[in-house]
């Protein structure tokens, strides 16, 4: 206990208080199931549908425990210094194909009348695309 209240004072607050923050909201990942859905998702975006449903199950999993135990490592070294985030995931990078384009609203959209409009509802992420009028 007074290795921690010492390690709290000298360090100060916010590098300890974002840390075990950090922990517990990684920890808590099998309850929030975010790497789940974002593995199967971005596994059926850049692969295939099937693909979505074996590996990125899979890929979920695996990252899901990689997040926990990161966590929990976090809460239990949150006093201690290197403040830094201990797991880093990994992010795609856009294919070489996609360039983000403008959004989908009425204010561009001469078409409105029909009830529908071209444009991306996400334009930052692939597999948005809503594009009638460009073909």
């Given at each position: 206990?007074?290795?921690t ?15 075990l ?21 971005q ?8 693909a979505?449903?074996?590996?990125g ?73 809503f594009r009638?009028?460009?073909?």
């Amino acid at each position: 206990m007074a290795g921690t209240v010492a390690a709290l004072m000298t360090a100060g607050c916010a590098g300890p208080e974002q840390k075990l923050g950090r922990g517990i909201r990684n920890s808590v990942e099998f309850a929030r199931m975010g790497e789940m859905r974002r593995s199967i998702e971005q596994t059926m975006i850049f692969d295939s549908p099937q693909a979505g449903m074996a590996t990125g199950v899979i890929r979920g999993f695996n990252r899901s425990v990689a997040r926990t135990v990161a966590g929990a490592y976090e809460i239990a070294t949150f006093p201690l210094p290197s403040y830094d985030p201990v797991y880093k995931p990994v992010v795609p990078g856009y294919p070489d194909a996609y360039r983000p384009g403008r959004g989908a609203t009425t204010l561009f959209d001469s078409d409105a009348n029909l009830g529908f409009g071209g444009g991306e509802v996400f334009p930052l992420v692939p597999g948005s695309r809503f594009r009638i009028f460009d073909y």
